[in-house]
């Protein structure tokens, strides 16, 4: 299968049928709507499920349901529906159950509006949910990407058996790019048979699985905690990914910036280019977990005077920003949030102010 | 009105009648449905209203509503409760409006178990719902704490127009102790008419009030943004709060700890001075704002070797303590999240093998 | 209190507070929604409480509690609405609780219209929930009626330990008419310690009242029918009433009808008889228990040649005109059905036509 | 394929599949879950579909939906969750959608028992739903009847675009019977092309087919009613289905009786017959519409003294058997309501005692 072009919504939706997740339950919200559209007509002709929740609260049980029983599953939402869905992904994560959110964020708090947002950052890396839990979080940044995360997003729900959240935006989710689909991410489900609740079906397995979230008695819980809090520590270990721009040259400062909002930092930093003005960039394409290292590394060169965060929220990732330059760089935020994108012009603007 | 002895439960049920708030709506669950059965008799006595909700979805939107119309109005619940009323909170947040919020905080994620924890610090400091917002989130560490916390939350709540949350654990909840309702915390509702929906009575107000969370001009919702992030700003400068403990010493370590925690380091601090063992400690009353610099101040000091963020979660608020020592002493999580509260032995055996 | 100019929902909603009922739970629809504005604000001024509930269904077993509780309780609704109800009408009625439902009947099935009809006749006298139950039904023909009839109807409920309910129309809740509140209507809810579950207040009672519907001992069911039974047959000897018009006259036929309908009846009976033919009617108050025998006896006048059951239904009514005449004369439905509520002319005509 | 032996419940599941019905929505209740539990395994197999509901309620409106759109769709449950459908059911009816609904009825009102019972006639026949509307109400009396019904029930919807009842009751689901599922039986879904909202297929239809039942116009509501009213009397001409026993006797009396019911009668006239005591006996099959005339035809045989009603209600079908008999002979009702059914010397001493 050669490049396609294809809306964003779309692609993600038909990635996630190369990833071999047939089973869907969601409720239309709009950016997201368009993924639900697609599938409802795809995955009836691949023999998949599509179940329209009655609420965004009913999806996130149906999730952990089909997620318990062994079955890969996901479901795409924005904002206020991933809010209705913190309970569920809490129990999800305690439980130890694979499974795959897609947020494609739209301006916030409330209601807010329906145009591209980052402002969900905090909720997915620090957990919407109650509880010491964390999910797994990937930004893509093109159309290409999101296809790329949502193949890899299933298996490695799986390795660590916890949810795994796509953050994309309203723009990713809309535009149009060519996308392909590798054969490399394509996977198998992993065996599920040694803790999924699939119907003790003696030819699988002889144990009785019991898939649950409550522990009364507090060394038991404790117990889950510390296996949740290793998974998390591995995470940390194996799974940071971030992609470096720019960042052989004598940068004088560095932006962190991811998704969407990070192409419009790398044409502002072309663009300063040419006018002699050197900026690196770290994108993180994992923010939880985040390229703390990275981000210090990169921060500390001897050129660079400054650290930008650069979001379309009001300074969230910034936090995750100073704790990575630890004070040896000022980190400064710059962002906008409401669905106006900054402008290459705004961003050039903001760091010759800085110089 | 002396001291009398309340169960924690009771005494903040009580506190919100002294503080004038006269609409409670709940939805049952351990370990907080005693502030529901103790409200249940009282309010009727005091001319309040108490109204069960069918689900705490339902719960976080009467909220709303009662706040809109310019109502003083309180709910509690725990952990899990508290994800779902996550999306109407964003809403709250938007659209500015003032309302308390209890979260006797049980053991987590999931269903998790009954017994005390703090493992909701993220959700309640980082945002369990979506898009840009904060809670301002008071952290009592005694009834006595918490009956004032809850007396102060709402002028607090209607100085800034926000929700302010109460973190507490089920310690706090079910432990009784004498308690006082100061009179200097008692407080008149704020003067509402200029942005409450309260029925345009036009001997109040000539204008027309609109309480909403939707802007779908960016423009207009970054404006609405803008706005949040002052006040969050505002609060940072005017209302973090923190209690200093034993640094007049020369302490080798800091301590920061918050809440029943903090009682047992307390006690740890006491019997490690009497071996000779001098520790610091830095109790956050506020957890939202958070006190980066009293803790920067207080890890700097000459004789201070190292900082331990000591909680019932498994490593959360130390993000925010890491924030706070930028790298310059190292920092370093102690905790255990259960429902059994790490004794003082275990934290002075922890520290003495941090020497 | 002389007479005023009341439409008739907002009557009804005052009628059911002279009658002493400080309990309303509702939810709005198209046409009764004006009892639920008029008592959003009357019930707080008296010191009773309005609840919206968050759908029907729900209503319906707000209902169930504070009747179980022996408080007097009511609500009104309309046909969908109704239909919502269905299963906790019988649930109250097997755990004979008393409480009052208004049905502001609107064109059906399904959504219909909202114009005034007849159409759940049976789903008000044969049971619209499962089981054998029956609820003691009364129809108003005027707002005055209506009044008096919601008056009534809670020691009536009372007396029987079970629902009544109002058929009213859309017209009787529509129209403006003088009305007074007999004073000798009112009552004092009847004495319920010794079966309410009203909270084991020692100074009331000493044993443990137990509200339920549950008996899973088909013995003890059996017997609970057969207790319901007895009840139904009293209703039969003790509460039917009707109204009979023109029955001196040597009719030729006679008319059953009901409600709004048998205004039309009586202006059409007046006109036919300047015209020098005379027709009876019965129009019964009670539709369950049905005057069987009043029909049966109007009906076998010597003159009467014809029954006519005359409904804004579509053959209902006319079953149980059937059991009365028990084929002594031939019976004949006339109606219409929708919101066009046939006019005097059309019964003129129809009547003609059948001499 | 040959006689099987079934159980009633699973009979029934695997008969609506006979008869090319692959959509099953139901949500469990005792004593039909066992319908639930055989098809969740079944459906997958014949490349069907079984979606749990959230609750009855839901599983009305899911009905609605599929039916709606074409296909052949089917519930099973019992008395409370027929109630909490009533409303669906009524705009079913409305929007002259087909659909199967089978209530294994248990012992009523309220959550009464989960034994046999035959409370449901009123609701079944009556409407349980508001609006002018009507059931075709199908009774079985053995299990092989029971899956007979089935098949036969997806045509007759079709044919008049009507909802279908099965009444069964608890002993019918429950029991185990060898079965056979009659070939000619089988049926294909009729052409719906010219009216389900089936997706606009420019192939099938180049019409906008809209499946409503809100009618604002009064006038288009009464048409709506009396199409409605057309199909239920050409139901009364062409569906009327009964069985009569021993009336080629000179029976001194005549029982109507239906359902397991029906069946301890026909013992009870055995025996009878052997004492020399001749019963009649008509079985509706349908009981609506209900076989008025051969009932009346059957009663008024001169050897006839009296007719019975002999069911397992307090006194529900005796309303359609005294319309039939039309007071040409004395009718009385005898039964027993909670799950103890009446066996056959019960029966047979009040036969004796009516002689």
Redesign the interface.
Same mark, same amino acid.
């Given at each position: 299968m050669g490049k396609v072009l294809m809306k964003g919504n779309e692609a993600i939706g038909e990635a996630a049928i190369m990833a071999g997740c047939l089973n869907y339950f969601a409720y239309p919200i709009t950016p997201q709507s368009e993924v639900a559209e697609y599938l409802v007509k795809r995955m009836p002709e691949v023999g998949g499920v599509f179940?329209q929740g =009655?609420s965004e609260?009913?999806v996130g049980y149906m999730i952990y349901g089909a997620s318990g029983c062994g079955e890969r599953v996901f479901t795409t939402s924005s904002? @206020?529906g991933?809010? +209705?869905m913190?309970?569920a992904i809490?129990?999800? #994560? #305690? #439980?130890q159950c694979p499974a795959v959110f897609v947020n494609i964020?739209r301006? *916030?708090?409330?209601?807010?509006?329906? $145009?591209p &947002?980052q402002?969900?950052y905090?909720?997915a890396t620090?957990?919407?949910?109650?509880?010491?839990?964390r999910l797994l979080v990937l930004a893509p940044a093109s159309v290409q990407e999101a296809v790329e995360m949502v193949m890899m997003a299933f298996p490695l729900a799986e390795k660590y058996r916890n949810p795994v959240m796509i953050m994309g935006d309203g723009l990713i989710g809309q535009m149009m790019e060519p996308v392909e689909f590798p054969e490399h991410l394509k996977s198998e489900a992993s065996n599920k048979d040694d803790w999924a609740s699939n119907g003790m079906d003696t030819r699988k397995s002889d144990t009785r699985n019991l898939v649950? &979230? $409550?522990? +009364? !008695? @507090? =060394?038991? +819980?404790?117990?889950?905690?510390?296996t $949740?809090?290793a998974k998390y520590d591995r995470m940390k270990e194996e799974e940071v990914r971030y992609e470096a721009y720019n960042v052989d040259s004598d940068y004088q400062m560095l932006i962190v910036s991811y998704g969407t909002m990070s192409r419009v930092c790398r044409t502002a930093i072309d663009q300063l280019k040419e006018e002699g003005i050197e900026i690196g960039m770290i994108r993180p394409q994992t923010l939880f977990p985040f390229p703390l290292e990275a981000i210090r590394e990169a921060a500390v060169k001897e050129s660079c005077k400054r650290v930008f965060s650069i979001e379309m929220?009001?300074?969230?990732m910034v936090?995750d920003v100073?704790?990575s330059v +630890?004070?040896?760089r000022p980190v400064e935020w710059f962002g906008?949030? *409401?669905? !106006?994108i900054p402008t290459p012009e705004e961003i050039i603007n903001f760091i010759k102010s800085r110089v």
């Open positions: 179940l =009655e609260v009913a904002s @206020p991933i809010s +209705l913190s309970e809490s129990y999800i #994560a #305690a #439980a964020v301006g *916030g708090p409330g209601l807010g509006g329906i $145009l &947002s402002a969900d905090f909720q620090k957990g919407g949910g109650h509880g010491d839990y649950k &979230s $409550l522990f +009364l !008695d @507090p =060394e038991a +819980l404790n117990q889950n905690n510390l $949740l809090k929220s009001m300074g969230q936090e100073e704790r +630890l004070g040896k906008k949030c *409401g669905g !106006d």
